[in-house]
Nanobody, 123 residues
Framework: VQLQASGGGRVQAGGSLRLSCVAS????????MGWFRHAPGNEREFVAA????????YYGDSVKGRFTISRDNAKNTVYLQMNSLKPEDTAVYYC?????????????????WGQGTQVTVSS
């Protein structure tokens, strides 16, 4: 499976963006998915994860209450709705697939990664 993230851009603080991650090559309807981000000078950070059914979601503490992860298995797509954006949300955002385990916050559980999409939030 290949993952293609899109939807990044530049937005002012307080604004919103919706990221999409489209999978190709096989269905992701049975795969748990996640979003991570990487800002310069920082380690890659867990953002959100969703189970294959969509019933279970996890969020990083820094985005809880502002970001929402969702999925549309019919479209083979996972979304990250980002509201109330802050300058510290500026990063490259990556989607990832964990084909073999339960829904997870742990980066090394994810075995397939898409290319990133840049999100820049100005103050």
């Amino acid at each position: 499976v290949q993952l293609q993230a899109s939807g990044g851009g530049r937005v002012q603080a307080g604004g919103s963006l919706r990221l999409s991650c489209v999978a190709s090559g096989r269905t992701i309807s049975s795969i748990n998915m996640g979003w991570f981000r990487h800002a310069p000078g920082n380690e890659r950070e867990f953002v959100a994860a969703i189970s294959w059914s969509g019933d279970t979601t996890y969020y990083g503490d820094s985005v809880k209450g502002r970001f929402t992860i969702s999925r549309d298995n019919a479209k083979n797509t996972v979304y990250l709705q980002m509201n109330s954006l802050k300058p510290e949300d500026t990063a490259v955002y990556y989607c990832a697939a964990d084909r073999f385990g339960g829904v997870s916050r742990t980066e090394n559980r994810y075995d397939i990664w898409g290319q990133g999409t840049q999100v820049t939030v100005s103050s």
